[in-house]
């Protein structure tokens, strides 16, 4: 039994080793503590013990899933228990497991990017414009299928319903494929902004092509770039100027951003001071926008992992066993990850 992968699975089921060493007979707390520091020994009976109390499969301990995540984009993350955000971030690892396994039976999209070397002095703006012009988005158009742009470029993109205060996550596979893990629950406007937060960390952060230096903050060039990307200096800077609270639904509804992002736009870009930067705020709140907008703004759908699963259903005809098999995963995470029909997994509930 892997050590780390019984690491994984007792605290993806959010139990400490007291609980774990407490339910199974046989074990204590200090032997399971030395064993999953890669000391000691557990019976064939203990192990099995332990992976029917976890509900994992007995295969399941024997794989190796890493899936290291580097770049976490939390709201409000102070909020949200260790726990859930433990739960969660093991969740995002099995989605790059589940991808990586696809790969043996499916080919997904070649990858169409180049990470950029910001060490190297080119700006999150920059990198930004050339993106777009990649993707063939004049400076003057809003983003529209941002979903299907990312994917063109070889980027999975997958879509996990949870209510835990999280944006998303990106990082790269243990097999080697671009990944972005989005809330599917946030309003549009929000997974806009975070799409293009996680394909600026893709583009500009990826330690798996070039040394990031610590003590680069990848938060606000992540940031910057979701700014250029989705609203280009060229195209805003004189139309924000002089804008008036009641603007602020029209240019959510053409650049399909919040209203509370026009608003920081308008005034990272210099064209309205920080008192009235300050009053927008302030009518915001009063209006109860700060915690729902009006006006709802578009979006497209990731197709690509849909369409993996449809092929595995219908063309190759894998029935439910078939999947259990094939990921060596329990039912619950295939129905809500795989099938994304609702389980009990804590992360959902």
């Not at 805003?236 to 008036?244: M, Q």
């Not at 078939?322 to 997994?345: A, R």
Request: contains cysteine; neutral net charge; glycine residues 4%.
């Amino acid at each position: 039994m892997n050590r780390r992968q019984l690491t994984f699975a007792r605290e993806f089921r959010g139990y400490s080793q007291s609980d774990l060493s407490n339910a199974i007979n046989g074990l204590s707390q200090p032997n399971l503590s030395k064993y999953e520091k890669g000391f000691g020994f557990l019976s064939k009976e203990v192990q099995e013990s332990i992976a029917k109390f976890l509900d994992f499969p007995i295969e399941f301990f024997e794989l190796e899933i890493g899936n290291k995540i580097v770049n976490g984009n939390y709201r409000k993350r102070s909020t949200v228990t260790k726990n859930l955000i433990q739960n969660f971030e093991y969740s995002c690892k099995l989605v790059g497991y589940i991808i990586d396994e696809l790969s043996q039976t499916i080919d997904w999209p070649e990858a169409k990017y180049t990470p950029i070397n910001v060490e190297e002095g080119y700006s999150p703006e920059y990198i930004a414009q050339f993106i777009r012009r990649k993707l063939k988005i004049d400076s003057y158009s809003p983003v529209k299928n941002i979903f299907k742009a990312i994917e063109s470029l070889g980027i999975i993109i997958y879509e996990l319903p949870t209510d835990i205060k999280f944006d998303g996550v990106s990082f790269i596979t243990d097999k080697g494929f671009p990944l972005i893990v989005i809330n599917k629950n946030f309003p549009n406007d929000r997974k806009r902004f975070t799409l293009a937060h996680e394909l600026g960390h893709i583009l500009m952060h990826n330690e798996h092509s070039f040394i990031i230096s610590e003590y680069r903050d990848k938060e606000k060039e992540a940031n910057s770039f979701a700014a250029e990307f989705l609203m280009p200096e060229e195209s805003c800077k004189n139309n924000l100027r002089g804008i008036k609270f009641n603007d602020l639904a029209d240019y959510k509804q053409y650049w399909l951003t919040s209203m509370a992002f026009v608003i920081r736009r308008a005034y990272d870009l210099g064209c309205i001071n920080k008192n009235e930067y300050t009053y927008f705020n302030i009518q915001m709140s009063r209006f109860g926008y700060s915690k729902v907008e009006p006006v709802k703004v578009f979006i497209d759908e990731p197709v690509n992992f849909n369409k993996s699963i449809s092929l595995m259903e219908t063309e190759l005809e894998y029935t439910f066993d078939d999947l259990l098999n094939y990921f060596t995963l329990p039912k619950d995470i295939v129905n809500s990850l795989i099938l994304q029909k609702k389980s009990n997994m804590t992360i959902l509930t």
